[in-house]
């Protein structure tokens, strides 16, 4: 069952001003293995991040190194979750998260859905 679904878009350029201006915003968005990336690759990393954190509807746990943003072995995003947030989502019983990513004329943008196999609170 669909467990949570989150969309986020991010102005490409806005994004490039935004680490040109404060040049520790990489590091701190970003797990080492996904920075030297253009901006616009970058900009989709962000989104899908904020995506993610759309799904799962905000919570306190989330570290932006917690997630990072991999291809599985097929060559398609996929998140690589560690620390309190991958500890949060097997508590809510999240066994799947599907990710797409794209950036085109400015814009990057990400959409996530979760899945649980486990059944809603009050059971059906």
């Known amino acids: 069952m669909i467990a949570g679904i989150g969309i986020d878009v991010v102005d490409i350029g806005r994004f490039e001003r935004s680490i040109a ?3 520790g915003l990489v ?5 080492e293995s996904e920075r030297g990336r253009p901006a616009r690759s970058l900009a989709a990393r962000f989104a899908a991040k904020e995506a993610l954190i759309k799904a799962l509807g905000g919570h306190a746990v989330i570290r932006w190194h917690d997630m990072q943003v991999v291809q ?18 097997e508590a809510l019983g999240i066994d799947r998260v599907h990710l797409s990513m794209s950036h085109d004329a400015g814009i990057a943008s990400a959409f996530v859905v979760l899945e649980s196999d486990q059944s809603p609170r009050g059971g059906r």
């Open 21 to 23: 201006r404060t040049p």
């Open 72 to 89: 599985d072995s097929q060559g398609n995003p996929d998140f690589l979750l560690s620390g309190g947030l991958a500890d949060h989502m």
């Open 27 to 31: 590091e701190r968005l970003f797990a």
